[in-house]
């Protein structure tokens, strides 16, 4: 669905994408992970077209983007870090999200479903991190897009929001969705994904199933599995 070819990304001297290979499939949730600063985001922005690749090309559904932006419109995406004018109520940036795109939306049952209704008067400055989180899901969950991308969802979530997500997500999988996350909660990631891309060094270092990566690592706990890619890296 999605190919990543041979993307090199540069800001200034510092070379942060340096040939990334990588697919996406369809219908399959991937984990796109990664050390801090490994360059997760970035690719997130190219696929997306907010930030160009200095070499290399994306294709999505074999159209390569640069000729074709209608894709992202079948795209679901919650930002690492939504940056929404504080002084705006929850429900005016619901309905001003709406407006952009005049598609039917499923807002209201996800404002249930994350119990919202009480902060739809709220200010967006006045909410604590992990209820902003919610809103942020709210906003980029409610067009029921065929594609999901979540650049750390789990961010400030309880761990009854955090179950929450889970079960959303397992049902938007079992309705055929592809799915591409990034997170460092890897309790979440084992659980939701069929599929694991570890960027390192500007390149995917490992690409495969869970189970791969076990077997690859010879270790039986996923997040001893991550780091000991890490520590054979850097030994
Ligand atoms: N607009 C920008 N200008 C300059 N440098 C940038 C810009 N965006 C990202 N970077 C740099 O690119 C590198 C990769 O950043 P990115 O946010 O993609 O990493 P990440 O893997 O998502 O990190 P994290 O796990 O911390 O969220 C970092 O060194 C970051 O400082």
């Known amino acids: 669905m999605v190919e990543f070819k041979d993307i090199h990304k540069r800001f200034d001297k510092n070379d942060v994408l340096t040939g990334i290979h990588l697919s996406i499939q369809k219908g399959k949730t991937t984990a796109i992970l990664g050390p801090n600063g490994s360059g997760k985001t970035t690719l997130i922005k190219i696929l997306l077209g907010m930030s160009h690749a200095n070499k290399g090309e994306v294709f999505v559904d074999e159209s390569n983007i640069k000729n074709n932006w209608s894709y992202r419109k079948y795209i679901d995406y919650l930002p690492q870090i939504a940056n929404f004018p504080g002084n705006i109520k929850v429900k005016e940036i619901i309905a001003m999200i709406k407006d952009l795109r005049s598609q039917p939306t499923r807002d209201e049952e996800l404002i249930e479903y994350f119990e919202l209704t ?64 990034t997170s460092h909660i890897m309790s979440f990631v084992e ?26 690592t010879d270790e039986t706990h996923f997040e001893y599995a991550i780091a000991n890619l890490l520590k054979n890296h850097h030994a």
């Open 118 to 181: 009480p902060y739809l008067n709220i200010k967006l400055s006045h909410l604590s991190g992990g209820y902003k989180q919610k809103v942020n899901l709210v906003l980029s969950l409610m067009f029921d897009s065929p594609f999901i991308i979540l650049d750390e969802p789990t961010s400030g979530l309880d761990p009854v929001s955090l179950i929450k997500l889970k079960e959303l997500l397992k049902k938007e999988q079992a309705s055929g969705k592809t799915i591409l996350i």
């Open 191 to 216: 659980e939701i994904s069929d599929h694991i891309s570890f960027i390192l060094d500007g390149k995917v270092y490992f690409d495969g199933s869970i189970k791969e990566l076990k077997s690859t």
